[in-house]
Every structure is written in structure tokens, then in C-alpha cells.
């Protein structure tokens, strides 16, 4: 059933005819949103910077919590979460949190080789490691780095379906960013 599609596109990578399947699915998903309200499962994982944010708070308890094999079979029965299902660990220091030096609201006034970095909610809450190792070779390579104001990107709520929620989070964040790209980074 298309509401069992994660929207991870191995299905249309694996076509052999080139049929983007995963974005039919994300399509019939957002036509079965018009009529039918989404699953409780859909409206909780397509919502990464909100449980991420809880999750980060109590990742010392959530952690154990989503590796305790009667805790993943109760989320399998209440959500549709397959009890086997790979669940990133939350990082109890958010990626933001650890760069707080660099984030800034406004463009600063010298950009040459400035880079503002839209580092997406895996790398916020899961993989902050992954974002200082994207700053490590940004700076290699001369760059100064800055985190301007961002939120999630939406593409979580998009492959459910939720595309008044995505058109939000796409709106924000053109907004916050629109003074980056109108200083020239």
C-alpha cells in the first residue's frame, strides 16, 4: 500500500524502465491526505526538527529506549514503525549547540569566501559530526563558515504527502535566508 512508502527513492533508482516511482507514491500519498487524514506514524516522522528537538533533550533516555526490543515492538503496534527499522541515535548536544560561535542571524559584512551552511535536521539532532566534518573541509579550502537561521527543509513532510506543511517550511526558510543571498553568499 503507498502508505507503507518511506519516499526513499530505492524503488526509482531500481527501475529498469527509469519509472520514478517513489515520486508517484508521494503524489497518491498527498491525494490520500485530501481525504483521509495521514497516519499518526506519517505525521510523527515527517515532523524531524520537532522530535528531533525532544529527542536531543532526552536523548540519555530515548537512546536505550529506541534500542529496547519491547519498546520498538510497542512502536511496530501503536505507529506502524517496523520494530527492525534502523533508528538514528539522537545526539544530546545538537550540531547548532556546538557551533554556536558561528551561527548568526545576519550576514556579516565581509563575505568573500564566506559559506552560509544549511546543515538539514539529520545532521542537527543525529550526525553532528557529519556537520563538523563538512566545516573542517570547507575551511581547508579557505571558506569561512556561518550558520544562518534555518529550519527543517520539509522534505520529510513532502515524501508523505503533507505539501501545505513542506510549502511552509520551504517559505521560512527562503525568508531567513533571503538576506544571505542578497549580501552575495
Avoid at 118 to 134: I, K, M
Wanted: aromatic residues 8%; proline residues 9%.
Amino acid at each position: 500500500a503507498v502508505t507503507w512508502c518511506s519516499g526513499c527513492g530505492t524503488c526509482t533508482r531500481v527501475c529498469p524502465h527509469g519509472v520514478a516511482v517513489a515520486e508517484i507514491n508521494i503524489q497518491a500519498k498527498a491525494r490520500l491526505a485530501e481525504t483521509h487524514a495521514p497516519p499518526l506514524r506519517d505525521q510523527i516522522i515527517s515532523r524531524t526538527e520537532l522530535y528531533g528537538f525532544a529527542g536531543s533533550l532526552a536523548a540519555p533516555i530515548a537512546n536505550p529506549v529506541l534500542r529496547f526490543r519491547p519498546a520498538r515492538w510497542a512502536m511496530e503496534k501503536a505507529l506502524g514503525i517496523d520494530r527492525d527499522a534502523p533508528m538514528p541515535p539522537f545526539a544530546a548536544r545538537t550540531f547548532r549547540a556546538r557551533q554556536r560561535s558561528r551561527c548568526t542571524s545576519k550576514p556579516p559584512a565581509d563575505v568573500a569566501r564566506v559559506v552560509a551552511y544549511f546543515h538539514g535536521c539529520s545532521t542537527n539532532y543525529y550526525e553532528p559530526d557529519l556537520g563538523r566534518t563538512a566545516i573542517a573541509v570547507l575551511e581547508k579550502l579557505g571558506c569561512r563558515v556561518i550558520l544562518p537561521p534555518q529550519r527543517c527543509c520539509g522534505l520529510p513532510l513532502q515524501s508523505n504527502g503533507l505539501f501545505s506543511a513542506a510549502r511552509w517550511h520551504a517559505s521560512t526558510n527562503i525568508r531567513l535566508l533571503h538576506p544571505f543571498v542578497e549580501a552575495g553568499i
